[in-house]
């Protein structure tokens, strides 16, 4: 696939807020965009072509419709006994299950980018926005300033939750704040060890608090890492206090050479830690959360 094809945003508007009371919505999440599978191409002459669905790739046409992240995994948890909509029976179910559990919780959903191009047909949002010499692209790329109307409306909107863990490049946090440009103002509140948890975030006068969640990308092991070159702190705290006798065992050993039960141990408290997380940020909107339990 070319660097020059266009891809639209299809779902920024599925949830029409407006019919609701603007004083009801409390939070909002925010990502960066689709996988090629269930965006939109947009061509020169304003044609709009909807790709085809793959089911063996998605479970639906909506935000997170993706088989190679875990975000409604995570966000049914952590309100649960909620639905999980990827357990719906057909796409269509999917997304209407995705809806409510949104709506049933306060929560809007958007993305950062509204069109933009990528490197072949790749996931990651380093392969988004990429150098290309096809000026209908670069005339035509745009990030989603319909957040600021979003925001406007909303007026009980105070949480922001953020799907990847960076705050500056191609990421949400990082787009984010050049949608907003000097209009945003922002102070970390939380920091573990260089890994940035809460922010306190100030648009147009208006105070919000925002998490940067660690990513649900790669079935929600990305970043979280418990390796020889590089260990996440959080996960350590967590590991310390969930299972005190398992850190006893390896803390001090190289990661490399621990027994295929103790690395098995480790993917599993990763999920746990990952479910943590959500947890922490949407049920309890814990500012000061470092992985301790």
């Known amino acids: 696939m070319s660097h020059d094809v266009l891809e639209q945003h299809p779902y920024l508007n599925e949830i029409n807020y407006n019919r609701l009371n603007e004083n009801y919505f409390e939070g909002l999440i925010v990502g960066t965009f689709p996988v090629w599978d269930i965006t939109d191409t947009v061509l020169p002459n304003g044609q709009v072509n909807q790709h085809a669905f793959n089911g063996n790739n998605a479970y639906m046409r909506f935000f997170y419709g993706s088989k190679i992240n875990v975000f409604w ?73 319909g957040i600021n109307n979003l925001l406007n409306y909303n007026k009980s909107i105070k949480y922001l939750f953020f799907t990847a863990p960076d705050i500056i490049g191609k990421c949400p946090f990082g787009k984010f704040r050049e949608i907003f440009n000097d209009r945003l103002a922002y102070q970390i509140v939380s920091i573990i060890n260089g890994r940035v948890w809460s922010v306190k975030i100030t648009i147009n006068d208006r105070d919000y608090v925002g998490f940067l969640l660690p990513s649900p990308a790669g079935k929600g092991t990305r970043g979280i890492h418990y390796g020889a070159q590089q260990q996440l702190q959080m996960f350590i705290n967590y590991i310390c206090t969930v299972s005190p006798v398992f850190w006893l065992q390896i803390q001090g050993k190289n990661p490399a050479n621990l027994t295929t039960i103790q690395k098995n141990q480790i993917k599993i408290l990763r999920k746990s830690f990952l479910e943590r997380c959500w947890w922490e940020a949407f049920r309890n909107n814990n500012t000061q959360f470092n992985g301790s339990i």
């Open 73 to 145: 995994d995570l966000l049914s948890n952590s309100f649960a006994p909620a639905a999980n909509p990827v357990s719906a029976a057909n796409p269509q179910l999917c997304k209407q299950v995705a809806i409510n559990l949104l709506i049933e919780n306060k929560l809007l959903i958007t993305d950062v980018f509204f069109k933009t191009n990528r490197r072949e047909k790749k996931a990651e949002d380093q392969h988004l926005w990429i150098d290309t010499t096809n000026q209908y692209v670069l005339n035509n790329r745009s990030l989603n300033n």
